[in-house]
């Protein structure tokens, strides 16, 4: 196959992707469909490789080139020219052809002759028949609307930092400047700013959808809540009253929706076929890899077509954009709009240098938007020097996963390093002098007027330091549990809850966090922050004292902090590890397999796993084993590889795939083959074979079972010495009753509404009106009123609804540390009117009826549903659970058009799809 003919069948294949049907000119049929392309299409300048029909007009041309061709594809932007000037043969109309491509088989370039100063861009995938469809209605393009339709933007309610991030965005959308990066202080309103230009592109520039993207779950949550309290500046009505903003939680996008706020996680998931970790979605992407532990490249998804998205906004843009999610931006045809407090060098180069923005944290102190603050340092002996635990000692021994303690004598001197402080020794007087001094300090020198101990906010290293700090907080103040409380994931008491409180109520006073509230999080009242961990990125470590920075009038600050003295005016940084003094760095982890064991890895290196993934996710995970083990097991490790220690197997494997090196060594072998290289000649098999060499060296020890299992049975055996043997229990902290009562009242609040309103809103009819409508609920209905109940003051979302279930009725609620579900508001209305003893997860519902369904059916039938007819049946009923009933349309869904849509269903169902279908639907959901 030569590489033209190689390069046709890839474009053929993108094209069919895209919706298209090809034909040969010979075979013309324009009315096959909407969109038809028609190969070597005659012209008067020769024949054209491709011509596309739209609506049986001729609207574009795409011009093939091999794939070698590729870097060159620009010099051919005139020959695609000429072909769309050129007279069609057929054709009437001598007008140009709007729409014009250059391919290979790898990459395809755009340009729509309708906009100011056309210009090529490089895009994923072929748009669809339907867009340019579209496109051909509208009077002006996109960027034409850019460039002349922008109203002049109102100021009033708008800080001058916010006046110019829209403004100067606006300037570089009217010169079709593809990305654009908007730097605004913590506090200065970013999201606000964001928001007030989604709806001027919206309202002005006629954007069809646009795309939220952030980074975890709770930045979701908070822009979504930001959306639905926005008011326009021209308009008396809420952001969500008149856009459908949709937070994703499934692989579903609603097509109605205006705006949809995800995570670069979920999407990513929805375009590469990867399942979804649903806890990545909490996490930090500071504090873990953002690699997931099988990567895969992004394909075309015909449910998501490239032009889905006009514009992409990317919160906290530095964090999660520069490694294998960067395909999520690569996919989409759409401008790319940054927002950062914190930029760096890699921001400002992804964003070409378009900064429309510049908001310094310096200049937000100057205008009153944020607050200064001090640096108050704690320093003590074991926090500078260490200690040591000296032979036969009687301490603690303590597991770090499960906390449990054994009583035991050391066997050695054990001197341990500030830098294993609450590793491999956790000392309790250290914990507790910093506390107390803390205390003595905020008390007697920083606020000696205060009365309550202000808002603070302690950073842990671990979820382990995190509970020996809260157990000291409580006992040096003399406090119970509500003046102290950790803000984790991994928190048992409900996360957002405690955030919620820590915010506004009077207790907590102190929290204490790992990482959920070190970026993104507003906490208006806090005036203290005390760092017991370091923070080697500059970055998060800015984003980190960004909690502490924002103002907050004198009303706001007493309602939490009664004693206070006015407004908010500074805040302190405790620095007890000398997080100001030490050295900052950009650096991105070595971690790409998260998610898969340690002796996975092992194992698999040893059956020969050799790709820079395994080989670096191991060596990662050495390193970070050599930091926290004892001598002892050290030693064993190093008996069991012949010498070599942890620490060094880890590095080998790194050295191992350094490029420099790989070179050396490829020419070295080269020279004793007699054979004269530069690096410049060498070749691509050379320098595999190389690679190939230096990786099987470093990896050969794992070869031997006895090092993989050392290795395993030290990192599950590590234990932590408790250098004190009065040490505090980790206590359950439950709910407390102010959480308790307002739980109570969600729930009220959440009943009332359903009796009010049962006649207005058809989702609660459905169900007010059981059994006999029961084939009438859908998932707009379910859409409808999960908008009510949203919208002020309810508030009243699918999670904090069940939230507040598990509380009250903490029995009778399951699944309640999953992800919920739109649809899960169908269970949520069943418990609520009586219906369901339990409460389930709607799709635990919908799997246990589909059973009962499926058995009871086959039992009735003279001929039970074959294997693959019950595969359908399965796949249908996922589309039930996330969607709350099934229609021919939904065949066009990618699960469901991937495994054959429609057409696939009726040769297996026949006449009985629709009969099948709608007894699903009411069997299942009802």
């Known amino acids: 196959m030569t590489p033209e003919t190689k390069a046709r069948l890839l474009i053929d294949q993108k094209l069919e992707q895209a919706g298209w049907i090809i034909q040969d000119y010979r075979q013309i049929n324009l009315g096959a469909a909407l969109g038809v392309v028609v190969r070597e299409y005659p012209t008067d300048t020769g024949p054209a490789d491709y011509v596309l029909f739209v609506d049986r007009q001729a609207v574009g041309v795409i011009e093939a080139k091999k794939d070698n061709a590729g870097e060159n594809l620009t010099v051919t932007e005139t020959q695609t020219g000429r072909y769309a000037s050129a007279q069609l043969k057929w054709r009437k109309d001598s007008t140009p052809l709007r729409f ?14 309708a906009d100011p100063a056309p210009r090529s861009r490089e895009i994923f995938h072929f748009y669809t028949p339907q867009i340019l469809a579209e496109w051909l209605t509208q009077p002006q393009t996109l960027r034409a609307r850019l460039a002349t339709h922008m109203p002049p933007l109102p100021e009033q309610n708008l800080r001058d930092c916010q006046v110019d991030a829209v403004t100067g965005l606006e300037a570089s959308l009217a010169l079709n400047k593809p990305r654009a990066l908007v730097h605004m202080a913590t506090g200065a309103g970013k999201t606000f700013t964001a928001i007030t230009s989604v709806y001027r592109l919206l309202k002005f520039g006629g954007a069809k959808r646009i795309l939220f993207l952030v980074d975890t779950r709770n930045l979701g949550k908070q822009a979504q809540q930001e959306f639905m309290a926005y008011t326009p500046p021209d308009d008396g009505r809420k952001f969500t009253e008149l856009y459908n903003v949709q937070r994703l939680a499934s692989p579903h996008i609603d097509p109605h929706a205006q705006v949809c706020i995800s995570t670069i996680q979920r999407m990513y998931s929805i375009l590469s076929g990867e399942p979804i970790d649903e806890s990545a979605e909490d996490l930090s992407p500071n504090e873990i890899a953002q690699t997931p532990s099988q990567a895969k490249l992004v394909r075309y998804n015909a449910a998501v077509p490239v032009e889905l998205f006009d514009f992409i906004i990317i919160d906290e843009c530095h964090r999660s954009i520069y490694n294998l999610w960067k395909q999520v931006l690569d996919y989409f045809d759409a401008y790319l709009i940054g927002l950062t407090a914190t930029p760096d060098k890699r921001t400002y180069g992804f964003f070409n240098q378009n900064i429309v923005a510049e908001y310094s944290y310096e200049d937000s102190v100057a205008d009153g938007v944020n607050v200064g603050y001090d640096v108050f340092e704690i320093e003590t002996e074991v926090t500078q020097k260490g200690a040591e635990v000296k032979a036969k000692e009687w301490v603690d021994h303590r597991d770090r996963a499960t906390r449990a303690k054994r009583w035991a004598e050391t066997e050695d ?8 402080l609450d590793k491999s020794v956790v000392n309790p007087s250290q914990i507790r002098t910093v506390i107390t001094a803390m205390k003595r300090a905020v008390e007697t020198q920083i606020f000696p007027n205060r009365k309550e101990t ?34 984790t994931y991994k928190a048992e008491e409900d996360p957002d809850s405690v955030l919620a409180a820590f915010r506004n109520d009077f207790n907590p006073r102190i929290a204490v966090t790992v990482d959920m509230i070190a970026t993104g999080t507003d906490v208006k009242p806090l005036e203290v922050l005390l760092f017991m961990r370091d923070v080697r990125s500059r970055g998060y470590y800015e984003q980190m004292k960004g909690r502490g920075v924002r103002s907050l009038d004198a009303d706001g600050l007493q309602r939490v902090s009664g004693s206070a003295e006015g407004a908010k005016t500074h805040f302190v940084l405790i620095d007890a590890v000398g997080v100001e003094k030490s050295l900052k760095t950009e650096s991105r982890p070595l971690e790409r397999k998260p998610n898969l064991a340690l002796k996975d890895l092992l194992q698999g290196v040893a059956m020969g796993h050799r790709d820079d993934d395994t080989v670096l996710s191991l060596a990662n995970r050495l390193i970070r084993l050599a930091k926290l083990l004892d001598a002892k097991a050290q030693a064993r490790i190093e008996k069991a590889s012949g010498g070599i220690s942890t620490r060094e197997l880890g590095k ?12 050396r060594t490829a020419l070295n072998t080269a020279e004793a083959q007699g054979i004269t290289r530069s690096e410049e000649t060498l070749t691509e098999e050379e320098l595999t074979a190389a690679r190939n060499q230096r990786v099987a060296q470093a990896a050969a020890p794992f070869d031997n079972p006895a090092l993989r299992d050392e290795i395993d049975n030290a990192r599950r055996e590590r234990e932590q010495i408790i250098d004190h043997i009065n040490l505090d229990q980790v206590s359950f902290a439950g709910f407390s009753a102010q959480a308790q009562a307002q739980a109570e009242k969600t729930i009220q609040t959440f009943t009332d509404y359903l009796q009010q309103h049962q006649d207005e809103i058809a989702a609660l009819g459905f169900f007010y009106n059981q059994p006999y409508q029961r084939r009438t609920i859908t998932f707009d209905m379910i859409d409808t009123l999960h908008q009510h109940l949203g919208q002020p003051p309810m508030m009243l979302t699918t999670e904090k609804l069940w939230a507040a279930y598990a509380r009250v009725k903490e029995g009778a609620v399951k699944g309640v540390n999953r992800q919920r579900q739109l649809t899960d508001l169908v269970s949520l209305l069943r418990f609520a009117l009586g219906l369901d003893a339990e ?36 796949l249908m009923k996922d589309h039930i659970a996330s969607s709350c009933s099934i229609a021919r349309d939904d065949f066009d869904y990618a699960e469901l058009a991937g495994a054959g849509g429609l057409q696939k269903a009726w040769q297996l169902f026949g006449h009985e799809l629709d009969g099948v279908m709608d007894e699903m639907n009411r069997e299942l959901v009802a």
């Open 413 to 420: 001197d054990t001197a341990y390093t500030s830098k294993e």
């Open 652 to 663: 080998n494997l790194i050295t191992a795939l350094d490029p420099d090196g790989i070179i």
């Open 839 to 874: 409460l389930h997860p709607f799709a635990d519902e919908v799997d246990k009826r589909f059973q009962a369904w499926a058995f009871r059916h086959n039992a009735q039938r003279a001929t039970a549903f074959s294997p693959e007819q019950m595969q359908w049946l399965r």
């Open 454 to 487: 202000p808002k603070t906010l302690i950073f842990a290293k671990t979820d382990s330091h995190a509970d020996d700090i809260i157990n000291t907080v409580r006992e040096v103040y003399g406090q119970g549990n509500a003046f102290c409380k950790k803000v």
């Open 100 to 113: 014009l491509y250059e391919a290979t088989g790898q990459i395809i370039r755009f340009t729509d002759n």
